[in-house]
């Protein structure tokens, strides 16, 4: 048997990358890109299904602030259930392979999406949510993770942007399903089976998308030669979470990247997709029926502005760089998020404003699938990227409990309207300094903008990847001095 090359310090060469975007490198991209971009869709399902099944889950009576309470805690649940998965997968990943554990984390959030549709009380549907949202920290993790270990160097930010901006397909799937084939609102064709319960039944779907990554794809050659490396050196164990506190490098690519996404998730699960919810207050007058095709049509041109918004990002971080573009997108998000949570007010409103909420709040998710590959070794890599996408959904999760208190604060101590009036929202709208009279749900997402800042804080230690290589150990100890 032929020898395998070797570096002077014993360790593996790194592997050849190819030249160019290989048939293989496409087959790739695309299989990664439909695991997230499946996943998303299950995501958008429950968005549009949240309020409508605590409304049959809830006691009779349930007013429209206590279902968003309680949509709160659900959703503070999948987000916690989001973390925890990406945390136990980001390890999994580095030691078990990428492509086993692509396939566990899709049958994960596939299976748990599908049983969300049989509960019975609030509780399970918490519990199934949690369950799901731990396939959903997988996937993201380990698909990025494939994909940038796979393409070329110089293709490589390209790749992942456009893995990353088509997620907002996945998104806009889940809500013309909900919008015009399994309404969630509604009775599914005219039975007394909710919609709702049906459409959490269509997000099962994405499972049939391991048989052909289990057939089709194979370990990534630096995984492969990284995890002969750690047979022969210790102190590179694959996933080994001390080795990646000890060093400074990767303890500070850590923190930086758990603060980037702090401020992204909570941008987006803490407002942006609380878009449902807002045009339901704006349009409380409204019939059931029309509340879903305005929630419907709404979040998908919303999506259609995410998707923008993650190639915004993809264009101007290969421009002008990874620190620069989270900036400009964090500034972005704050203002864009506060004008519309004051102003919309009609569905006419919607239709133009949320592709403006879609756009601000997604554009950093894009950065995050380009960048938290590029500040981690192979053996690591699924690991760091697992940390900071998902360590920072459990403070998110934790931000998103405050959501409730905060609300009360605004209502018993600042004088704002409880039930909103049509009428006092389109006075408080003329003006920034009505916001008094705007209601605590519109209150409580102007106070969580402030969010984007702690993100712009987080620049000043982030390390820039704009033309650089994947990093790896070797080159440790230059970067440390």
């Not at 620069?324 to 203002?335: D, E, N, R, W």
């Amino acid at each position: 048997m032929a020898k395998e090359p070797k570096l002077e310090n014993g360790l593996l060469k790194p592997p050849k990358e190819p030249e160019r975007m290989t048939p293989y490198c496409w087959w790739v991209l695309f299989i990664g890109t439909a695991s997230w971009l499946f996943d998303c869709m299950d995501q958008r399902i429950f968005v549009l299904s949240r309020s409508w099944a605590l409304r049959d889950l809830l006691p009779p009576g349930t007013s429209d602030l206590d279902i968003n309470s309680y949509g709160d805690y659900v959703t503070a649940a999948m987000i916690t259930g989001w973390a925890v998965g990406g945390l136990f997968f980001g390890i999994v990943g580095d030691k078990w392979g990428r492509v086993r554990t692509l396939s566990t984390s899709i049958f994960v959030y596939s299976m748990f999406t599908g049983l969300s549709g049989l509960s019975q009380t609030w509780y399970d549907f918490c519990l199934w949510r949690f369950l799901m949202g731990c396939g959903i920290g997988g996937a993201f993790a380990t698909a990025a993770t494939l994909i940038a270990e796979t393409m070329p160097s110089r293709y490589r930010p390209w790749a992942l942007g456009v893995f990353q901006a088509l997620s907002a397909t996945g998104n806009m799937i889940g809500s013309l399903v909900a919008t015009y084939v399994i309404k969630p609102g509604l009775p599914f064709l005219g039975t007394e089976i909710p919609g709702w319960r049906v459409i959490f039944f269509f997000g099962i779907a994405p499972a049939l998308l391991i048989v052909l990554i289990m057939r089709t794809i194979k370990e990534p050659e630096r995984w492969q030669q990284a995890q002969k490396t750690a047979k022969s050196a210790l102190d590179r164990q694959l996933g080994d979470l001390k080795s990646m506190m000890r060093h400074r490098r990767w303890r500070r690519n850590v923190i930086v990247g758990v603060l980037l996404s702090v401020s992204g998730v909570v941008g987006l699960w803490g407002i942006g997709f609380w878009s449902p919810e807002l045009i339901s207050e704006a349009l409380q007058d409204a019939s059931d029926a029309e509340k879903n095709y305005v929630r419907g049509i709404g979040t998908f041109v919303q999506e259609i502005g995410s998707f923008c918004g993650m190639f915004f990002f993809t264009l101007m971080a290969v421009w002008l760089g990874r620190r620069f573009t989270f900036g400009l997108c964090f500034i972005l998000g704050y203002l864009v998020v506060a004008f519309v949570f004051i102003r919309l007010n009609s569905a006419s409103q919607a239709y133009w404003m949320l592709p403006m909420v879609g756009f601000a709040t997604l554009s950093v998710f894009g950065g995050y699938a380009i960048y938290f590959p590029e500040i981690f070794p192979t053996r690591l890599r699924a690991t760091g990227t697992g940390i900071c996408y998902n360590v920072g959904r459990i403070i998110a999760a934790v931000i998103m409990l405050f959501k409730i208190p905060m609300k009360n604060f605004f209502t018993d101590n600042l004088g704002l309207v409880r039930e909103t009036d049509p009428q006092v929202i389109a006075e408080a709208s003329q003006s920034f300094f009505g916001l008094v009279k705007i209601s605590p749900f519109r209150a409580v997402a102007l106070a969580m903008c402030t969010i984007y800042v702690v993100g712009l804080v987080a620049l000043i230690w982030a390390p820039e990847t704009k033309g650089k290589p994947l990093p790896t150990d070797d080159d440790l100890e230059s970067t440390q001095s």
